[in-house]
């Protein structure tokens, strides 16, 4: 039985913008079969939002350590999030508004 969808928000420092890392994202979450959301943050960080099962999420995580090729992953640090239904169904790339 799968375990009931959580909402997670990663944030990513290192050599992240730049280097395909929003596209990397979206291509696990989708692989994963998680929603959300990554986008690139003014600060030079990458915001990850995503919903999913726990197991998946780990997964995710892993995914995001390391990240594509290119990338330096310097940090992951991760918040608890509240469960957002407009970003549920799908994984997209966002745009911040800066």
Do not use: C
Request: proline fraction near 4%; glycine fraction near 10%.
């Amino acid at each position: 039985m799968p375990e009931k969808p959580i909402a997670r928000r990663y944030l990513v420092s290192g050599l992240v913008q730049g280097v395909g890392f929003r596209f990397f994202a979206q291509r696990i979450a989708e692989r994963l079969g998680l929603s959300g959301y990554v986008m690139n943050r003014r600060d030079g960080r990458v915001e990850v939002y995503v919903i999913g099962d726990p197991k998946r999420q780990r997964e995710m995580v892993i995914e995001l350590r390391r990240g594509p090729r290119g990338a330096e992953v310097l940090e992951v640090v991760e918040e608890e999030a509240e469960v957002l239904e407009e970003h549920s169904g799908s994984f997209t790339i966002e745009h911040d508004i800066w």
